[in-house]
Each structure stands twice: as C-alpha cells, then as structure tokens.
C-alpha cells in the first residue's frame, strides 16, 4: 500500500501539467497573433521572423541550464559569468591561438561542463546551498572573463562558424533548431533516462530518495555538471551569432535563465520540471522584447514585466502549494 500511494506523486513530479503548457501556448499565439496585426504584418516577413529566432536561441538554452539546476532544488547564479567566460576563451583561442573551429567548440563544451560539476562538487563539500556557491563563482569567473579579454572585443574568429550562425532552413535559423534538438534531449533524458528520474527524485523528495538508494550527491553534482554543459551550448551559439565576445558577453543572462523555467512551470524547490513550458516562456519573453522595440518603449519596461511575472508565478506556486 505504501509504494502505491507513493507513485502518484513521483508520476507527477516528472511531467508538468499540460494545463499550464497549453496556457503558455495561447499565450504565445495570441502575442505573437497581436504583434503581427500590430505590425500590419511586417512581423510575417522571412528576415523578420529569422531575426525572431536568432535571438531567442540563446534564452531557450540558458532557460534549460536553469532548468538543470532547478531540478534538484539548486539554483545557479553564475550561468552568465560561466556563458561569457566559455565565449571569451572559445574566441581567444580561435582568433589568438589559431586553434580549429572544432576543437573550440569542443573546447568549450568541456570547460562548461567541468566548471559546472566543480560548482556541484563545492555545493556537496562544504554543504553550503548552491545560490551561495555559484554567486561566489560567477564574480571569480566574471573576474577571469575580464582579465581574459580587457576593453578588446574578439572578432576575427572562425567565418565558417560565424556563418554557419547565419544560416537559415525555410528562414529558421540553424541556431534555433540547434537549441531545440537540445531541449527535446533534454526532455528525453528527464522522463526515460535513469539519472533524469534520479534527479527529479533527488529535488522531489531527498529523504525518500537517499531510503531509495539514490545519491543526493551524485545528482546535485550531475545537475550542475549538465547546468554547465547547457551553458557551453550557449556559449558556442553566441560565438556563432554575435558580430565578437567582449566582456559584457553574458551579463544580461541570468534573469532570463530564471524567468523561462519558472514561467514554464518549474518549481523552485525541485522535482517537478517542463522543457516545453520553458520553451514557451522563452518565446513569451522574446515576444514582450519584440513588443518593446516594435511600439518604441523604455528597455526598463521588459525587465519591469518579466521580473513583474516572475514575481507572480512564485506567489502563486507558493500559495497553491501552501494549499495543498
């Protein structure tokens, strides 16, 4: 009796609702419905729709780092610090040190992935919480970042890269495709492979996985190893995207990397998560930004209204599950 009352409950903790998924589409439709009429149909346009894309590859990816690291009840701070860092190193290493396109973007995916886990492996030594751990790395990292590229921006790296990061599929940029494939691996990972189910397990219910044989450890520093390799993701997009990396690469990132997975359904104390919810919000944000620019409103005005909207969904997760 007591495994049957349990399993409802794990069932629940890997799959978000769809009632909040389909809310999040019919929000995406109806704003992007309304800037297109709002824009007489500009918004329509090959170009218009490929530059929608372009910019909301980035967002879908750290959304998804977050989402990582949400997952077992973690949050990490320095997923801009570590974004713009990778970047920087990445295009040194291409522009500076001649090294292949190839081995950069390897290069990078590794040092995303290794700095992630040591973050996980601090969390776990010194039993202090990840928001604390990884604030301390994103200043030693933005210090790195600095000390790495000054007042220079890089941009004499890889053309094959940088344009493989303009190109487009019926004017769906490859960049945005690329972000997608990773969100559905990440989706498949979370529901069928055994280290998802342990991570969400992990977040869901600590004591209850370590009783199961699970360890907590292992999935705090397996979660921010993955956060880390999101980032690495990212990072590279950027480098493909971007006209260079400066120092400023990655300074705007962290409250978008919040605002996607939250907005998307993931709950901030772990356990439960949504690839697609987070998806969604991502474009709901990019939308609000296409909003800004298209009626000619102050910059401050997006931030004012995703951190408004953040600000909501905690509540009211926080309410309904005080309610429970």
């Not at 690839?275 to 910059?299: C, E, K």
Request: aromatic share 6%; with cysteine; hydrophobic share 55%.
């Amino acid at each position: 009796m007591t495994t049957q009352t349990k399993e409802p409950s794990l069932t629940r903790s890997k799959f978000s609702l769809p009632a909040n998924e389909m809310t999040l589409l019919a929000l995406a439709v109806a704003g992007f419905v309304g800037l297109a009429i709002a824009s007489g149909g500009s918004l329509l346009s090959g170009s218009s729709l490929q530059t929608l894309f372009t910019y909301l590859a980035v967002p879908v990816l750290i959304g998804l780092a977050q989402l990582v690291a949400l997952s077992v009840g973690q949050m990490n701070l320095s997923v801009g610090a570590l974004g713009g860092f990778v970047a920087v190193a990445a295009g040194i290493a291409m522009a500076h040190a001649g090294v292949p396109a190839w081995i950069a973007v390897l290069g990078a995916l590794v040092l995303g992935a290794a700095v992630g886990a040591i973050n996980g492996v601090l969390v776990v030594l010194t039993r202090i919480n990840g928001f604390i751990v990884t604030l301390a790395t994103m200043t030693i990292l933005a210090g790195l970042q600095y000390q790495l590229v000054g007042t220079e921006t890089v941009a004499n790296y890889s053309p094959g890269l940088r344009s493989l990061g303009t190109a487009a599929v019926f004017h769906i940029p490859v960049i945005f495709i690329v972000s997608l494939v990773v969100a559905g691996l990440l989706a498949l990972f979370m529901r069928r492979a055994i280290w998802g189910r342990r991570l969400l397990a992990s977040g869901g219910n600590p004591l209850a996985a370590r009783l199961s044989g699970i360890s907590n450890d292992r999935s705090v520093v397996l979660a921010h190893c993955l956060s880390g390799l999101l980032i690495g993701v990212a990072a590279v997009v950027t480098l493909m995207s971007s006209p260079g990396v400066n120092q400023s690469i990655g300074g705007d990132w962290l409250l978008s990397s919040f605002a996607a997975p939250i907005i998307g359904g993931v709950a901030l104390s772990g356990g439960a998560v949504s690839v697609s919810g987070t998806v969604l919000a991502a474009l709901i944000v990019r939308l609000v930004d296409v909003a800004r620019a298209q009626f000619s409103l102050n910059p401050s005005w997006v931030n004012f209204v995703v951190g408004a909207v953040v600000l909501g969904t905690v509540v009211v997760t926080h309410r309904r599950g005080a309610n429970a």
